[in-house]
């Protein structure tokens, strides 16, 4: 789910211009620490924020000189990421997001983007 999600992405830009459809970092957990996504970030020029799970590490080992290095990995960087996840512990209390029922990458990004649109409204009228 995560590439096609990539793909959809834009951020404005402050002045003119059009919008930036490439982030410079990408912050994510372990479960996002495949092969395929380090490839695809790597292509595409966005630095990969992934810690890489023991398994993975046990299994690079295993293998010796032919492992290879270990993925870069910026721990004050990843600190951030505790910020997105208290956004997803929020996300969740709706239950068709939590249980990721919709099918179709586009269905699940338009309630994500619903459930932003919600809690920022929220957070507007709150504020003095």
């Not at 919008?19 to 595409?44: F, N």
């Not at 997803?88 to 209390?93: D, E, P, T």
């Amino acid at each position: 789910m995560l590439l096609p999600m990539l793909g959809q992405l834009r951020v404005e830009r402050v002045g003119p211009g059009r919008p930036r459809v490439r982030p410079d970092a990408l912050r994510a957990d372990k479960a996002y620490s495949s092969r395929a996504i380090r490839a695809h970030l790597r292509e595409h020029g966005i630095v990969a924020v992934i810690p890489e799970p023991a398994d993975q590490q046990g299994h690079r080992k295993r293998r010796g000189s032919r492992g290879g290095r270990p993925p870069a990995f910026d721990a004050d960087e990843y600190r951030g990421r505790n910020v997105i996840e208290r956004r997803f512990c929020h996300l969740k209390q709706w239950r068709g997001l939590a249980t990721r029922y919709d099918k179709l990458a586009i269905t699940y990004r338009a309630a994500a983007v619903l459930h932003a649109v919600i809690a920022w409204a929220k957070h507007l009228s709150d504020t003095p």
